[in-house]
């Protein structure tokens, strides 16, 4: 029996519909292509797992009509790529799914012209239905930060941690910050850490350029 679509999204023609769905977790994967389904009907769905696969299959014909993208998975620079994907497929809508939820990287996302939407992972599946149902319908989803908010933990960085991450922003190296600071290498090391646990980044880069009015 063909699958109907779901009473709360947008009414589409299923056919010749393709979904591209990128996350880099295959359980991930599986629950989106199964909601797509459920939304949407019997579409085409396309799976992958990283940010070049991710490049690669925008560019196929004909061009997919979504796209649901994982911001964290390898490939995409913590979703600093995803400025690229839009540029070269303005085209393309896109919603954002994703566990990355700070106000800077929201904002950041959310002021690319293609994204329509930004859903915490956590969200329950009538927020990414109408996530979807927004990105078809041409229409930008606001996003609501106060519910986010709530569930992040406060960010606490020790008077030391901040100083580290303060000359970090100056682009000193982790020897220099050392000598400046008086302490030894490693401690600087173990400093930085502690900063990118708290921040919820993976790289110096990412800590040097998280918005400080986000923490």
Do not use: Y
């Not at 911001?71 to 839009?86: C, D, I, V, Y």
């Not at 930004?118 to 927020?127: A, C, D, L």
Request: with cysteine; proline share 7%.
């Amino acid at each position: 029996m063909t699958q109907q679509p779901h009473p709360c999204c947008v009414a589409v023609s299923a056919e010749d519909i393709t979904v591209l769905i990128a996350d880099d977790h295959a359980l991930v994967r599986d629950g989106m292509r199964g909601l797509v389904i459920e939304v949407l009907g019997e579409v085409g769905v396309i799976e992958v797992g990283d940010g070049d696969a991710l490049m690669r299959a925008a560019r196929t014909q004909p061009p997919a009509r979504l796209a649901l993208v994982d911001l964290n998975m390898p490939g995409m620079e913590r979703g600093f790529r995803l400025a690229e994907l839009a540029h070269h497929h303005p085209g393309l809508p896109l919603v954002v799914i994703s566990a990355l939820t700070s106000p800077d990287v929201v904002r950041r996302t959310l002021e690319i012209p293609s994204v329509h939407a930004f859903v915490p992972k956590s969200s329950p599946t009538e927020q990414i239905c109408a996530a979807i149902g927004a990105a078809l319908r041409g229409e930008k989803l606001p996003f609501a930060h106060r519910a986010v908010e709530a569930q992040r933990p406060e960010v606490v960085l020790t008077p030391r941690m901040e100083e580290v991450r303060q000359l970090l922003r100056q682009g000193m190296s982790n020897k220099l910050i050392a000598r400046t600071l008086g302490i030894s290498e490693g401690t600087v090391k173990n400093h930085m850490s502690e900063i990118f646990k708290a921040l919820q980044v993976s790289n110096r880069t990412q800590a040097a350029q998280l918005d400080p009015d986000t923490l």
